[in-house]
């Protein structure tokens, strides 16, 4: 399984999660602007680049990029404003945010072993 299959499912375990507490559900992935999905695969790198990712630290990468991509919070996620309500510190999130961070873990740490052996893996830790 490669990084970006997970990042596919983490993306579409999200929307379903959304779908089913009534939080702004986004795309699909197919669907999904290239820049969300380079996104998702960031995360995903993320996450397997450590033995132990926790939702808090997975937030403040998500929050440092896209900061230097130049985000600010708003009300609603507006790409053409690049505002979003969760350009905040973890602690400030609700909490049915924090599950989102939570669930992208979980699913991460359920395909960790299809991708640990893989060249997409390896070749992302040695920076070829």
């Known amino acids: 399984m490669t990084v970006e299959q997970i990042a596919k499912v983490c993306h579409e375990a999200n929307r379903a999660y959304c779908e089913t ?5 986004g795309p699909t992935w197919e669907q999904a602007p290239v820049e969300q999905r380079e996104g998702v695969i960031k995360g995903v790198h993320y996450a397997l680049s450590i033995a132990m990712p926790v939702p808090s630290d ?4 998500w929050l440092k990029e896209k900061r230097a991509q130049g985000w600010t919070r708003g009300a609603v996620k507006d790409d053409v404003k690049k505002q979003h309500p969760c350009c905040v510190p973890y602690d400030e999130l609700p909490q049915e945010q924090k599950v989102k961070d939570k669930l992208f873990i979980a699913v991460i740490s359920a395909l960790r072993g299809l991708v640990e052996a893989s060249k997409d893996l390896q070749c992302f830790r040695s920076g070829c």
């Open 58 to 61: 997975m937030h403040r990468a």
């Open 21 to 25: 507490t009534g939080i702004m559900v």
